[in-house]
């Protein structure tokens, strides 16, 4: 926690037992808002890990609950062998799912949407074009230019710390997300959420999250997605900004 990152996550708060078992505790990050609107964006061209990979190919496991989702959403998807067999290996699937949505091409995707009347929305799984986005977050931020003005300056101080980070650049970041928190006051938040992939690199070897992913490279393209993703919050804003004049 003396990395810069830190004032980027949720703070971490002790440890607390309960029924025999030891949890972490974590702010909450949403205490400070007032009714908020909550989106969950999913960073990187990949939600593997390269270490995944690897298991899958010595010992693959078939997952009949992945081929499940797989076809609900679309049956052409897997291949006769997969259809056969009624079953995925999981790398399988989350290939397919990050292909299928805007993870591959943008290096993000939107995972779900949490509105202030406490509707919520994650149906994004084949979003997948820029154009489609930018609709989401108009939505998302309610055609409100203060608040799209806001998260752009989030996200460039969020860009300028990882890239400061020794942490970030020395790390695998996969399948973590950002976490972006608004509410009617126009009160803004945006944190580093989820580091269940978040692996250390070896070596003296580092990332610059932006070159593309080709495997034993081990970069995530986290970086790459934060500057589409800036590209289209900065979209949105000039778009805000044109219908108000």
Known sequence: MADPLKDLVPEYR????????????????LASFCQPCVMDVKMGVR??????LEKARKSPTLRKDMYQKMVEVDSNAPTQAEHEQRAVTKPRYMQWRDQMSSSTELGFRVEGIKKTDGSSTKDFKKTKSRGNIVDIILSFVAN????????????????????????????????????????????VGVWMIDFGKTEPLSDDKTLDHRSE????????????????????FEEVHTSLCSSSV
């Open 14 to 29: 002790g440890n607390v037992e309960k029924n025999g078992e030891t949890y972490i505790q974590l702010q909450d990050l």
């Open 47 to 52: 939600t593997y890990l390269e270490a995944e």
């Open 144 to 187: 409100n230019e203060t608040i799209a003005t806001k998260y752009v300056k989030k996200l460039k101080e969020i860009m300028a710390v990882q890239e400061s980070s020794d942490f970030f650049r020395t790390h695998e970041v996969v399948g973590s997300s950002l976490l972006f928190v608004h509410d009617a006051e126009e009160n």
């Open 213 to 232: 992913w080709q495997e034993g490279n081990r970069e995530d393209g986290y970086l790459f997605g934060l500057d589409n993703l800036i590209s289209i």
